[in-house]
């Protein structure tokens, strides 16, 4: 994998973890106000890629994504996997991080407006 494709990968992943991090804020913070940081650290730990199926569970985050959506994110944890690890992805792979990284911001804007 050149080292530019790897760099963008990197680059989306922030973006996808920034994104998450947008919307479990808002939708936290209205269901248990500021107390949802620790019920993060309890349920989900302190990696949010590494601990996505658990925390989702919450039900305040249940309805906003869909189950395909959940899917796409734990498939999007063993990319990262793979990447921590430096090794090549497919371009499957980046095709499908890039796609979830404008998913999930389009998403994000949509429910920060609301």
């Known amino acids: 994998m050149k080292?530019?494709?790897?760099?963008?990968?990197?680059?989306?992943?922030?973006?996808?973890?920034?994104?998450?991090?947008?919307i479990i804020e808002k939708e936290m913070t209205r269901h248990f106000g500021h107390l949802w940081r620790q019920i993060f650290f309890v349920e989900g730990g302190t990696l949010l890629c590494d601990n996505l199926p658990l925390f989702?569970?919450?039900?305040?985050?249940?309805?906003i994504f869909t189950d395909h959506e959940l899917h796409e994110l734990c498939i999007l944890t063993d990319i990262k996997?793979?990447?921590?690890?430096?090794?090549?992805?497919?371009?499957?792979?980046?095709?499908?991080?890039?796609?979830?990284?404008?998913?999930?911001?389009?998403?994000?804007?949509?429910l920060l407006f609301i």
């Open 56 to 63: 989702f569970r919450l039900s305040p985050l249940q309805d």
């Open 3 to 22: 080292k530019e494709l790897l760099f963008e990968s990197y680059a989306l992943l922030f973006e996808i973890e920034l994104a998450l991090v947008g």
């Open 81 to 110: 996997n793979i990447l921590n690890q430096q090794s090549t992805i497919s371009q499957n792979d980046f095709h499908h991080v890039e796609r979830l990284s404008q998913q999930l911001t389009t998403k994000k804007n949509l």
